[in-house]
């Protein structure tokens, strides 16, 4: 399944577009292309982006399929009933398990019936899984990536949304629990999504319908269990030839399970019909008991003795090592383990050969039933192989944070081992060295609370005072992308407890910054900057911890002191830029901008946020430090616009930062962006239809109505009682006080009834709503919106002292370009000047403002 982005990327690769020439023509980041480009590659499975341009032609626009779904390796017999049966299961009921023990065929089965439904979706193996990454492996699979305030299982249900698509999650008796919760979570929010499960115990979720999955039918020479045999055994050597009583007999031995005929089969060139009878006989007596309740299982098991068996000293020796790895693994993994290339290659042909390994491509891998019975085997080598298997695994992490081409795809093969390596116990030095490598690629991959865990983890890990400080550093830093300030203050502060010089100052001045910077998102103590612990002195002729000092004084002067907090912050510009460090230099822009908007220069305060837009192409995505900074930026720019008026640009930077792989957040957040600035430009019905969309998606991404979503809704219901919507304004308005007001609610909520008043000619309140409009407010987005609506209403009502009441609020203009033009208006409708009409006119134009350049123009015709 692949997203809308990703399409439009696919046909732009078909054109032999460059990355760049994308970028250019979706108005996103190469970046961001980069990264849809290497989803692509993961989800169709090919090796560059040539084969990508020529797939684009053959892929129909909208065409769906079920990405990761396995290449079937050989023909599928028999099961004709069965996969009706799953077929029709998965129609009338969206959430279907197959059930059956190991090596029963679930997996073909299900693998068969989800290729055949003619949905769009995913196949999720979960052998390799543990229960609290089930959510990852999911959003691996569709190519889904965690938001700064997204949770990872809402970015999943967005994807999936309402349209049809089935999850195939493949082996879920190890992970029951996650699993059930996770599809749980889907069917309620995604009506159009199937979750077709296999397990060998049922989910117990409401509405599960099981289909039992049985061995295959036994008796005639036309079962389905002999002709499976019959065909794996040809494949091995297409000359065998058997009686089809024997055949029958072999069959027969093995239960009819799918799993313990095909290995069986693969020794039938070496043994021979009657040899296979004799040896699967013998090792059957070797186990004890009679048939019982486990036939099923000792009949997999006998034949998975014998195999082994049958294998040389050095055979069994890799068949034990290979074990050892969770998920599928390339040769590179295997000679990490063996020592001996050639070897390693021989070997894994000859276990082949045997179906004790499959191969898939470049990658081989163990079924999970052979896999548990290789560990069983492996014995007092454990220790020794799981060290190998930490060594390598801290040493593919590295190499991948080199992030070579299809990185992304090269984490996602690789991923569960690389987890599962860092459980055992000691070795703490490579552990230390995974661990800092693990959380670094997850941030990359966008994995952000796995990110934050990992560095956590490696500070726990770290050789020394110094290195762990480093680790809860990158934690904090990701917390704070995150909206975690709270979180990132307390990380900030332990790492300068373990520190001195530099670092201890460094540490104390990001505490600093932080809780006074981004108290609004996490920060829970409600300190003043005096209250906060005190910063060392700077080392001299260290620009970057200058830098962090200067903005973290300038964070401290307080909203009372902007001068001061100007002077600081011009200090860590220069600092920032003799470290040549882009992402102190965005901090300290940030500092600066705050300054200038408390000096009410907010224009200048503008410019700056767009110059930290155009710096984010110099930070290092993958870098957890510049992670907030994006973030940020965006925030900033978008906010800053809206405060001037500039509409056009506060809708072109909602736009860049949906596309944005870090800071696109789920749809209620990004719409909230995109709502204001469509209202004010008169785009009512498309700011309806997003504000729609706004509040649904809300509701079915499980979030909590808050603070954020107020304003916007408040805009909607603006913008439909400015479109004559007055039933539908009802309904928004409604929702808007449902909602905790934001702080900018209170200035836009004026700004909004005012210029209802005006344009409805309703006049009954205006005394009231012109003085909330004048009235003095915190400083935010739209206080000059508000003084100069309400200006305006004073005049259309003909309020005693409106001409004071238009003198009051000139100022509002010199800021804020929807302001400016407000005003101007007022003062033509105040003396009759059409060249005042007709400039307030040419003023809304220039901003996109169509709505109320149309009312001015009508203004002029009356």
């Known amino acids: 399944m692949i997203s809308e982005r990703e399409a439009e990327v696919l046909s732009a ?31 169709y499975g090919v090796a560059d982006r040539r084969a990508l341009a020529a797939l684009a032609g053959t892929v129909a626009p909208g065409t769906e399929q079920v990405v990761g779904l396995p290449a079937a390796r050989s023909t599928f017999v028999g099961r004709l009933d069965e996969q009706a049966a799953v077929a029709g299961a998965c129609k009338e009921s969206r959430l279907v398990t197959l059930l059956g023990p190991g090596g029963v065929g679930k997996t073909r089965l299900a693998t068969v019936v989800a290729g055949s439904l003619g949905y769009g979706g995913a196949f999720v193996d979960l052998v390799p899984v543990r229960s609290e990454f089930v959510v990852q492996a999911v959003a691996a699979a569709l190519g889904v990536i965690e938001r700064s305030e997204q949770p990872l299982a809402d970015a999943v249900a967005e994807r999936l949304g309402s349209r049809d698509s089935v999850l ?5 008796e190890h992970v029951l629990d996650s699993v059930a919760a996770f599809a749980d979570r889907i069917l309620s929010s995604c009506p159009g999504t ?12 409401p509405g599960e319908r099981v289909v039992p999955v049985a061995p295959l039918p036994l008796g005639g020479a ?21 009686d089809p009583s024997v055949i029958a007999e072999i069959c027969a031995r093995l239960d009819g399970v799918p799993l313990a005929i095909e290995l069986a089969a693969a020794r039938s060139a070496a043994l021979g019909p009657d040899g296979l009878l004799a040896a699967l006989d013998d090792s059957l007596r070797l186990l004890s008991g009679g048939r019982g309740g486990d036939e099923r299982h000792r009949s997999l098991r006998a034949v998975l003795a014998w195999s082994h068996e049958l294998l040389d000293d050095e055979e069994r020796a890799l068949f034990h090592r ?31 050969d045997k179906s004790l390994v499959v191969r898939d491509g470049q990658r081989w891998r163990l079924l999970e039933t052979v896999r548990a019975f290789a560990w069983e085997q492996l014995g007092d080598e454990r220790s020794a192989v799981r060290h190998r298997h930490l060594e390598w695994a801290a040493g593919r992490a590295a190499a991948l944070e080199a992030w070579p081409e299809g990185w992304r795809a090269g984490f996602d093969d690789v991923a569960a081992d690389l987890r599962a390596a860092l459980e055992v116990e000691g070795h703490e030095p490579d552990r230390h060295r995974l661990a800092r490598s693990l959380g670094h690629l997850a941030y990359a991959r966008r994995f952000l609370r796995e990110a934050r865990d990992r560095y956590r983890q490696a500070s726990e890990l770290a050789p020394s005072p110094e290195e762990a400080a480093h680790d809860l ?85 307080g909203p009372e002191n902007a001068t001061a907090k100007l002077e600081h912050a011009e200090r860590a510009i220069t600092a920032a830029l003799v470290a040549d460090d882009p992402v102190l230099l965005s901090g300290a822009l940030d500092a600066l901008l705050s300054a200038r908007a408390r000096l009410g220069e907010v224009r200048q305060a503008y410019t700056i946020s767009e110059e930290r837009v155009e710096l984010i192409d110099r930070l290092d995505r993958h870098d957890p430090r510049a992670g907030i900074e994006i973030v940020d930026a965006y925030h900033s720019a978008s906010s800053y616009a809206l405060a001037t008026g500039d509409l056009p640009g506060a809708l072109s930077i909602a736009h860049r930062s949906s596309d944005d792989d870090l ?48 304003m916007a809704v408040y805009a909607v219901a603006l913008g439909c009682s400015l479109n004559d919507d007055h039933e539908r304004a009802r309904t928004w308005f409604d929702r808007a006080r449902s909602l905790t007001p934001s702080r900018d609610l209170v200035a836009f909520s004026a700004f909004a009834d005012a210029l209802i008043a005006v344009h409805t000619r309703r006049f009954d309140d205006a005394q009231e709503l012109v003085e909330r409009g004048l009235a003095e407010m915190v400083p935010g987005r739209f206080e000059r919106y508000a003084t100069a609506a309400a200006a305006e209403l004073a005049v259309a009502a003909g309020l005693p002292g ?20 407000c005003l101007l208006r007022a003062r033509g409708r105040l003396t009759g000047d059409r060249d005042m009409l007709e400039a307030s006119a040419a003023a809304w134009e220039r901003i996109a403002a169509h709505f109320e350049r149309e009312c001015t123009l009508e203004l002029l015709r009356t």
């Not at 195939?168 to 879920?172: K, T």
């Not at 383990?337 to 082949?352: I, K, Y």
């Not at 300030?485 to 520190?499: K, N, P, V």
């Not at 409106?802 to 033009?821: K, P, R, T």
Request: hydrophobic residues 50%; charged residues 20%.
């Open 168 to 172: 195939v999650l493949d082996n879920c």
């Open 663 to 710: 800071v696109g957040s789920h749809q209620a957040i990004l719409l909230t962006k995109l709502v204001p600035p469509l209202v004010l430009m008169g785009e009512f019905e498309q700011a309806l239809r997003h504000g729609t969309v706004m509040w649904d998606s809300r509701a079915s991404a499980g979030s909590t109505p808050g603070h954020w979503l107020s």
């Open 194 to 205: 199937r979750v077709l499960a296999t397990s060998r115990e049922r989910l117990g979720v």
């Open 222 to 242: 036309a079962s389905d269990a002999e002709l499976l045999f019959l065909d794996r055994a040809r494949a091995a050597d297409p000359a065998f030839a058997a």
């Open 802 to 821: 409106a001409a004071g009441m238009l003198d009051q609020a000139a100022g509002a203009g010199e800021g804020n370009d929807w302001a400016a033009a």
């Open 322 to 352: 290979l074990s050892v790895f969770a998920g599928a693994f390339d040769l590179d993994a295997v000679t990490a383990l063996t020592g001996d290339r050639l070897g390693a290659v021989d070997g894994l042909a000859r276990l082949a």
């Open 473 to 557: 550093w990158s934690a904090a830093d990701i917390a704070l992308a995150t909206a975690a300030a709270g979180d990132a203050f307390a990380l900030y502060l332990a790492a300068a407890d373990l520190t001195g010089g530099r670092d201890r100052t460094i540490s104390q001045s990001r505490a600093v910054t932080t809780a006074l910077r981004h108290g609004g998102f996490g920060f829970a103590t409600g300190t003043s900057g005096d209250d906060l612990p005190a910063i060392d002195p700077a080392p001299q002729d260290d620009p970057a911890v200058e830098a962090h000092v200067a903005a973290a004084l300038a964070w401290r002067s």
């Open 13 to 43: 690769l078909g054109q032999r577009l460059t990355n760049a020439e994308i970028a250019r023509k979706f108005h996103i980041s190469v970046r961001t292309v980069e990264s849809h480009v290497s989803s692509l590659l993961r989800k």
